[in-house]
């Protein structure tokens, strides 16, 4: 090889790995976020894009409070987070700010729900911020003066929304804005959430139920919202389907992109075309928290739901629970575990939410979140899919876009065995035909921002116990 081929290597590594997730945005070769096909296995899903897949050209990025501060976050501690990331992490493409469940509960408490809590409610049974914890919502204004603070910090603001009207609203059965009807008219009071009593769902079939989810995000518009995550939707799918396409409806009627996240999972995979048509990304699991089990089922599930990942469209396998998580609990993952985390969701392209308390991150949790080539394969990659899984010994592979270069993802999923004790764990291998590439290639690590050097045939590297590697890989030109 000459050394103007490697300055040529050396160069694009350097550019890969120095973009941030917003410049990355603007240099998809290519990319029309109006006019891609999504690429899939599955001739249902090759739809030109919707407009509204253009508010998410990439993994949005960003925090949301539950895993850390569950249903009682408050006005002081969302700007402080807010606060953090516009210093620290803005720069690396991390840009919403969502606050979870309940911000329209003044009493709420933990990870728990109270029954029969009053909620705070406006005249037409929409839910609004509980002033207590959101002070500057007083006097109509609503979540308006927070969105206006974590926009002049330069990020984008969001919030959770159970499916359905208040189960308050219909007791008091509030007239529905612009309508004839009452929230007793337009409720399906058998359509509950198993796990949380604030709802009821909206029977699509009666006069006014369109018309209450138009003046639902008629309202979280007019407060400048960018993002909601509506819950108690994706399971089950198919018994809520005509409610998300109610959302759909009203969200695409406010003329305001609102990224639309579906919760909880697991969404089912036969949604998979209609979920494409309707949210920008869908859990596809239950609450994921900080236990290897959990983490070793992501595997398959990223794994099947591959085909349905595109630009605008993701599917989500929940939030990061790193750091300080629960109040003040450190995450129970073990660096490596927490290393495959990131590792499996970049190349994955699940969306990045932040589970952890940002004013409590430490340097470790920071550099995790801080990698730019990491980020990277995140936020600029294509074709993204698993290539194998050998009894635990797994291997992912994308496309780098612009480029002949492939990123590859290697996990060691197997359990350290207790009667081998210290022996190391073993390699994973990977023939660089398996790639498409038929001759030498240079590697390099992309956590480590090192260059491993020229590989011929095979890379065999050995991955720690629940552990991984994140490599680019590049044909060399004879």
């Not at 790995?17 to 109006?34: C, K, R």
């Not at 058998?190 to 995000?217: H, L, R």
């Not at 979920?275 to 992501?298: G, K, T, Y």
Request: hydrophobic share 40%; glycine share 8%; with cysteine.
């Amino acid at each position: 090889m000459t050394v103007k081929n490697l300055r040529l290597i050396r160069r694009r590594w350097l550019l890969a790995a120095e973009a941030t997730a917003v410049v990355i945005v603007t240099v998809l070769a290519g990319f029309s976020p109006l006019a891609f096909a999504v690429e899939s296995v599955n001739s249902d899903v090759q739809k030109p894009a919707l407009p509204f897949h253009a508010w998410a050209p990439t993994p949005p990025m960003g925090w949301n409070s539950w895993d850390c501060f569950g249903t009682t976050v408050t006005e002081a501690q969302t700007k402080a987070q807010a606060d953090y990331m516009a210093r620290n992490l803005a720069q690396y493409g991390w840009q919403y700010i969502v606050v979870d469940i309940q911000w329209y509960e003044p009493e709420a408490k933990g990870f728990g729900y109270r029954p029969n809590a009053t909620l705070c409610m406006d005249q037409w049974g929409r839910l609004w911020p509980a002033t207590n914890r959101f002070p500057s919502s007083a006097g109509g204004v609503g979540f308006k003066a927070l969105a206006d603070y974590v926009h002049g910090k330069g990020l984008k603001f969001g919030i959770h929304l159970l499916r359905g009207i208040p189960r308050q609203a219909v007791r008091a059965n509030t007239p529905v804005k612009g309508t004839a009807a009452h929230a007793a008219d337009i409720a399906n009071t058998n359509s509950i959430c198993p796990w949380n009593p604030d709802m009821y769902g909206v029977d699509m079939t009666k006069p006014g139920a369109q018309e209450y989810y138009d003046s639902v995000f008629e309202l979280i518009a007019s407060w400048d919202v960018d993002f909601v995550k509506v819950d108690d939707i994706s399971r089950p799918y198919h018994q809520h389907k005509t409610e998300l396409e109610a959302i759909r409806k009203a969200i695409d009627r406010t003329g305001r992109a609102i990224v639309l996240s579906l919760s909880p999972g697991e969404t089912p995979l036969d949604a998979g075309p209609h979920v494409v048509r309707h949210a920008n990304m869908w859990r596809i699991s239950d609450d994921f928290w900080d236990r290897w089990p959990a983490l070793l089922e992501q595997f398959g599930r990223l794994a099947k739901w591959a085909p349905y990942c595109g630009p605008g469209h993701y599917p989500d396998a929940d939030m990061l629970p790193l750091g300080v998580i629960r109040f003040s609990q450190r995450t129970r993952f073990t660096k490596d575990e927490q290393v495959t985390l990131m590792s499996l969701w970049c190349i994955a392209r699940s969306p990045l939410i932040f589970g952890g308390d940002m004013t409590k991150m430490d340097d470790w949790t920071l550099s995790l979140l801080t990698n730019r080539a990491v980020l990277a394969v995140n936020q600029n990659s294509t074709n993204n899919k698993q290539l194998f899984n050998r009894d635990g010994l797994v291997a992912w592979v994308a496309d780098a876009p612009g480029s002949p270069d492939k990123y590859l993802g290697l996990f060691n999923t197997r359990n350290r065995p207790a009667e081998l004790g210290d022996t190391e764990p073993p390699q994973v291998q990977v023939q660089l035909a398996e790639l498409g590439f038929s001759g030498a290639c240079r590697i390099q690590d992309l956590w480590r921002q090192a260059d491993l050097g020229v590989f011929k045939g095979e890379f065999a590297p050995r991955i720690p116990w629940h552990g991984s590697g994140l490599y680019r890989v590049a044909p060399i030109r004879e």
